[in-house]
């Protein structure tokens, strides 16, 4: 189905492709993975024809129909059905022409191609798939321009669906979507009746609903066979033996270049010296596999002890102006709570995060906050409150008015920004580099609950992994809105659910709730008030979570207090190696070099007792996790 051969590609002098190749078997469903700004995006610009490659080609099939979702549908009059309708242009010229047809031939002819292409079931088809991404059947006769860009994004992905096309190319397809609308693509890509090419961070997804994987990597492109987690598992078996063959070539290296050191010399053995020259010079080298460094996500811990209930909520009822929006929800959030909160989107799930963080008023009941409460709110929106022409050290110099440069610059290191980044315009960050940032400027202060809606939609995998590291490590209470059922597995204890005008507490867990979506079935049949309502069993499962990782939390601060003691003292072993650089040292002050010499040695000792201790607690830790996991 597509042929790509000695890619090359470069924008603004930097290398995205390098003599890249691929073939992609058609029937084929794979996954496109790799670092935010590798490239993955671009490629598909440039199967698309959007943009030149500078070197090499690609050859796709040349009657195959190339599908992607360009941009979100138009804000017109036309019904959501009929846009999407509209979509399958093959169909829409056949009709027209049967309009006007007159020789008899090329009327059978049209014919025979609408009934090939069920043009006679194409309305059915296409309420199928809105139903799918989230259309009720009224939402589908409605005018596009009464939706928002979300929901837009998903009236051009129906389409390009519907369409059917020979390679569809999808580029992030969930990042719309809530869990129901995800779990019904995982579905439908998984039974795609030809060549399926997309990008996704989304490990489930990854795992379901494709069965390869293209991996881009240092500017070149590995097929794969199998899902997400047996590429995960082949690839780091295939570093392993490649750095194991690495090793074994420079050491029959290393030995060939102490004969030619110790032999050319001598008359007798000048001539093998200079084959195993020769040799050398033929050997290509293995270049070492390894993983990119991926940037932790760091969150400040709560600065201050509050009271439980953190929130508290009494028949609350919030909304938008005169428009109510949720309403009749009760129940708590503690400071030991992880919640997830689920639902189809449009059925309050922002709403409610907007209210326990403050920025809609609550219409009816009542809401207790704890005295001296702070909360960090993530969300889209949210992006709005960075400031476009700024650098991300200049929105921390507002924080951090008195403190020195290097101290601001190491504050938005933790955020995960590399030193290049930080002097960067913000409008000139990749999204996943300013959700970094808004999630570094949000919890400056040390919060004590996290409200994180879709915190991932920028970010790839390794960093998704590094939010959950991160999240599991933070003491204070998260509620996170996410279709990432990986972040939600690996983050939280209970499940929310928000629907038919309210929030639930489910007691049940997230493949129980998978499951009722896919079979259709109610939710328990009834639709209780967020209450304190759980099973004594998941109280005390919540309540051993929130032990553990306050059992934890010492050690992981002696970690972090010794990596802070181990980087002053290298820093004062530089200052000292770079006083005793200076030749006349000695014939200056002699006295001053030794004292120099013995300050060296007994930093040198303090960093190894430092770095010994360090590995201790971090093996103590690792051990203590393990102990978790197992119990």
Known sequence: MLQITNLTYLIEGRTLFENANLTLPAGSKAGFVGRNGSGKTTLFKILQGEIAPDGGSFEIHQRARIGAVAQEAP?????VMDIVLSADKERLALLAEAETVTDPNRIGEVYTRLAEIESHSAEARASAVLKGLGFSAEKQAEPCANLSGGWRMRVSLAGVLFSQPDLLLLDEPTNYLDLEGTLWLERYLANYPYTVFMISHDRDLLNKAVDSIVHLDHQDLSFYRGQYDQFEANRRLQMELNNKQREKQQVQLDHMAKFVERFRAKASKAKQAQSRLKRMEKIKPIAAMFDEYVSPFSFPQPQRAVSAPLISLDDAATGYGETRILSKISGRIDPEDRIALVGINGNGKSTFAKLLAG????????????????????????MDMLRPKETPLQHVESLMPYDSEAKRRSRVA???LSTSRMETLTENLSGGERARLLMGLITFSGPNILILDEPTNHLDIDSRDALVQALNE???????????????EATVDQLWIAENGTISVCDYDLDTYQRSILGGSKKNGKN????DQSSPDKKQDRKASAALRAELAPLRKEIKSLEADISKLNKRLEKVDQELSDPDLFKKDPELAVKLGKDRADCLNEIELAETNWLDKVEALESAEKEQQAR
């Open 474 to 488: 933070y003491e204070g209470a998260v509620l996170i809105i996410s279709h990432d059922r990986h972040l939600i």
């Open 528 to 531: 209780d008030a967020v209450k």
């Open 414 to 416: 933790q955020m995960g």
């Open 75 to 79: 804000a017109t009059a036309d019904s």
């Open 359 to 382: 920025d809609i008023e609550l219409q009816d009941g009542r809401m207790t906050k704890a005295r001296k409460l702070e909360i960090a709110h993530f969300a889209q929106h949210q």
